[in-house]
């Protein structure tokens, strides 16, 4: 079973729509959250950090689900610039304390107009 | 602010040849990482630095792979010899401590493999 798991899409959103994807994980000593954005042929780049109490970056809202050890991502009024792969980050603490970024497969968002 | 500085952008080499990939991390960061992503999938640790020690090279096939951070700053990573499943996309990213902290990626080098 992989650490991180995401549903690879594409997810296909007419502009102005709302898209919504989650990613599981499996490691419950899991700290700390986040969802990376991945252009074709580009570097990850920060997306947001995942809180506990959920959080919100404009367009773009978190959520953490700790119980049932998911985060998810909701698009609001997608733009066509939306259309990447969001990559779904966690951060394992391991036993030596320094920590182990395991990255998701990706999710593919493809937003048409 | 610079960013993460890798060379060479692309890479092309027949299999059993060697190959190496340099990363500037950003200026203060104590933490630089390898990744490598296979097209469709991921980024997958190969190994990870704190200053120029290594605190991670568990998924680095140290038979054919090796990396190196003199001085805690800039790093190689070589591979000697390559095998035509060693294409992929190799990312240097750095982040200003070991937990917690977001990471930034250089944009990375893609390794064909012939």
């Known amino acids: 079973r992989k650490e991180v798991e995401q549903d690879p899409g594409p997810f296909n959103v007419p502009e102005g729509a709302t898209v919504a994807f989650n990613c599981t994980y499996s490691?419950?000593?899991?700290?700390?959250f986040f969802w990376y954005r991945q252009d074709c042929r580009k570097e990850p780049k920060l997306l947001m950090s995942v809180y506990s109490s959920g959080n919100e970056d404009g367009r773009f809202t978190a959520q953490l689900n700790r119980a049932s050890q998911y985060i998810s991502l909701l698009i609001r009024d997608s733009k066509l610039s939306d259309s990447a792969t969001y990559l779904c980050v966690v951060n394992e603490r391991t036993t030596d304390s320094w920590g182990k970024f395991q990255f998701g497969a990706g999710t593919q968002v493809v937003v048409t107009p | 602010e610079a960013g993460v500085a890798q060379s060479p952008r692309y890479k092309i080499i027949e299999k059993r040849q060697s190959v190496a990939f340099w990363c500037n991390p950003i200026?203060?960061?104590?933490?630089l990482y390898w990744y490598q992503q296979i097209l469709g999938q991921g980024p997958k640790l190969l190994i990870q630095f704190q200053n120029n020690g290594v605190v991670d090279d568990s998924q680095l096939p140290k038979d054919r792979f090796s990396a190196e951070r003199l001085k805690g700053v800039d790093s190689t990573l070589k591979i000697q010899p390559a095998k035509l499943e060693d294409s992929a996309v190799y990312l240097c990213a750095s982040s200003l401590r070991e937990v917690n902290e977001k990471l930034f990626f250089g944009s990375g080098t893609q390794l064909s493999v012939l």
């Open positions: 490691n419950s000593a899991s700290q700390s």
């Open positions: 200026s203060g960061h104590a933490t």
